[in-house]
């Protein structure tokens, strides 16, 4: 599978909006679960926000209300726009994508079959 390219990360305030994008080359969308995920020195992988093949969306407790993700099939592309960002939302944020995942796998790194290369968010206090 061709590998997800994320863009978009930088340094941003507390409080502060990011749109971080992912571009999902020789995938068709409505066959494809794109997820995204952090990743802090020390600490595993965490699941952060997923948009299934069937357009439903899945966030993790901490960044629902924040954090939006969306996706422009046309484009292949995906977004997570963030927005109160917090210190915690610091990290390396992967893309993923995989196959029509279970509801109950979502969250599983081991379901995706294809990871980009993170691009880096970091928020100040």
């Known amino acids: 599978q061709v590998q997800p390219v994320e863009s978009g990360g930088g340094l941003v305030q507390a409080g502060g909006s990011l749109r971080l ?3 999902v080359s020789g995938r068709t969308l409505s066959r494809t679960t794109v997820g995204w995920f952090r990743q802090v020195p020390g600490k595993e992988r965490e699941f952060v926000a997923v948009i299934r093949y069937n357009s439903n ?3 993790t407790d901490s960044v ?3 954090f939006t993700i969306s996706r422009v099939s046309a ?4 977004y997570l726009q963030m927005s109160s960002l917090k210190p915690e939302d610091t990290g390396l944020y992967y893309c993923a994508a995989g196959p029509q995942i279970i509801q109950s796998q979502l969250s599983n790194p081991l379901q995706y ?3 980009g290369q993170g691009t880096q968010v970091t928020v100040s206090s």
Do not use: Q
């Not at 484009?75 to 995906?78: A, G, I, L, Q």
């Open 21 to 23: 994008s992912c571009a």
């Open 57 to 59: 969306t899945y966030y």
């Open 64 to 66: 629902k209300g924040r």
């Open 75 to 78: 484009e292949k592309t995906v």
């Open 113 to 115: 079959d294809s990871w």
